[in-house]
């Protein structure tokens, strides 16, 4: 399957975004905790989500779906995720801080390295032998045996994963943690504050620094997943590269502020409580430098939305990538097809653009999935987008929300 774009049209209306996937997969990670029923609202329905269902599912948990709520209860009766399963997407990691937590033990195949780098796990495995837990390391496996106990740890590098994964194993530890060097992205303090609800005692909420007494249990909840910030830049990006007009509402702000700072500076952008309107009339001559850096930071997950964006400019745009040693070439090669003119040397992509035209196209990840439609949207022409399953791990139906804009574009089999 691949989507037909046919560029040009300028994208105008309104769109809602819906839930986070990253927020939804460490939320559905932290499950493991408890056998009572924790409810989300608001969850997203893409395969990764539906993925981490049939793994959480396959080891156990009773999940239910009904629209956007997601219903999980029951205990584990396997500690062992099926591979067959487990490989299917990378947040399956999420599970191992819980399951630890609560079980004392898991098996878990690793998905391994991805289109935009190797993603090596030593941060999490550290952090769980901090916290006392053995970490036998298989390569593409992971075994973890032990009850977690209090410990004062340092992450080397603020990983959001990492964070995930040892705030839900020492929740239930014997004494008092203190993580250090968290990472503090909205979706991070989205799970300090569903763990929090419940029954966790975490302070610190939302900042580098969170110290957890340990309880003996957890009990259920229910949460709201929060806005997708990533969907939301992704849409003000389809707007803003097709110089349209628009408003994406069921979003906040706060949390894409880096990203909308670099719009504001270049178009007519309003900022409401929970929705942004954009009109753009011109292209800008550039997108300055931008460099990915943790939250509050520009994200790495926008960085290609701002590669296609720089692609319309005439003038030059650096784009230094930080976080992903493999997130710059793939989408550069895809872009230069369109007209454009990027070089990439070692994590720095120099970025010149203009008039693109359509292309034949492949997505290798998701996000630069994404980037490669809306490049296509605001080119002249007929553009064909190949591996869109990439952009379903993410997207609720990009191509039907980006048509209800206005966009010339639909899937073919
Ligand atoms: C999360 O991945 C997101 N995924 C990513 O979004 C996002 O790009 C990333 O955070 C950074 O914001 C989910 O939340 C499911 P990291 P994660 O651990 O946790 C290195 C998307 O498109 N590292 O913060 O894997 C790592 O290699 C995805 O939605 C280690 O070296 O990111 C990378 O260079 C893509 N050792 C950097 O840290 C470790 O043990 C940031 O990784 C862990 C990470």
Known sequence: MEYIINGGNKLRGEIAVYGAKNCALALLGATTLTPD???????????????MLKLLSAMGKTVSRDGNTVCIKGELVSTCAPRSIATLLRGSALILGGTVAKYNQIAL?????????????????????????????AGDMVSCLGKPHGADHTLRFASVGATENLL?????????????????????????????????????????????NGVRSLHGAEFDVIPDRIVAATYLSAIAATLGEGVVSNCNPDHLRAFLQLLQERFDVKVYENKV?????????????????????????????????????????????QLFENRLTHNAEQLNKMGAHITVNGNVAT??????????????????G??????????????????????????????GNLSSLGGNIYLQN
């Open 109 to 137: 195949p690793l998905p391994g390295g991805c289109a935009i780098g190797s993603r090596p796990m030593d941060i999490h495995f550290r952090g769980l032998e901090a916290l006392g837990v053995k970490v036998l390391d």
């Open 37 to 51: 029923e924790i409810i989300l609202h608001n969850c997203p329905d893409i395969a990764d989500v539906a993925n």
């Open 277 to 321: 309107y954009l009109r753009s009339d011109k292209h800008p001559s550039d997108y300055g430098t931008i460099v990915t850096a943790p939250y509050p930071l520009f994200p790495t997950d926008m960085q290609s939305l701002v590669m296609s964006l720089a692609a319309c400019c005439s003038g030059e745009t650096i784009i230094c990538e």
């Open 168 to 212: 839900c194993a020492c929740v239930l530890a014997d004494g008092q943690s203190v993580i250090r060097n968290c990472a503090i992205e909205p979706e991070v303090a989205a799970l300090e504050q569903l763990l929090i609800k419940m029954g966790a005692q975490l302070d610190g909420v939302g900042t580098d620094r969170i110290v957890v």
């Open 351 to 368: 970025v010149r653009g203009g008039d693109l035209h359509g292309a034949n196209l492949a997505a290798k990840d998701l996000r630069g």
């Open 370 to 399: 994404a980037g490669l439609v809306i490049a296509a949207l605001a080119a002249s022409g007929q553009s064909r987008v190949g591996g869109i399953e990439h952009i379903n791990r993410g997207y609720v139906d990009l191509a």
